[in-house]
């Protein structure tokens, strides 16, 4: 018999983590807007918060089965995520730590950069933070190292579905 990978507990049981306890493989939910809930994974935890992604799956019920994550893609590139505000503070947003990934390991990380700094000393880092010197305009075309709050992630997805 086959063990699960995932434990899921749902919306209801842990309505606050604290910043030291989220890591790589949680599954989150959050309030998209007054009747849909989205999901994500944390990814990896970097110095100013958290990587994530965010699922295609956008549901009326703040419920998600295994096989739903399995098949989940993503629907925005991943972003980094203001944890504390978000999971531990609670001082924006509806967010919740839902479930867990055991063993996760991050795939399809190739070409996830986030971009700081000014012309001349642009860099690009990797979820892994390495950095690599890149010019002002490749720069534009990344995100910038900035956490994002609730208000900045739903603006993003709300413009994509």
Known sequence: MLMSDFKLWGWDKKPR?????????????FKLDEQRYCFGRIIIKIFIGHVAELFDNISNSPDISEAEIKQARRLIEPVILDSYSLFDRKSEGEWRIIGHQQNYVP???????????EEPWCKKMDIWENEIPISGKEAESLP?????????IRKELLKDI
Do not use: H, S
């Not at 983590?17 to 939910?29: E, N, Q, S, V, Y």
């Not at 795939?107 to 700094?117: Q, R």
């Open 144 to 152: 910038r190292v900035a956490p994002l709050g609730d208000y900045n």
């Open 17 to 29: 983590t604290m910043l030291r306890f989220i890591k790589a493989g949680d599954i989150f939910c």
């Open 107 to 117: 795939t399809d990380m190739n070409g996830v950069y986030f971009t700081y700094g």
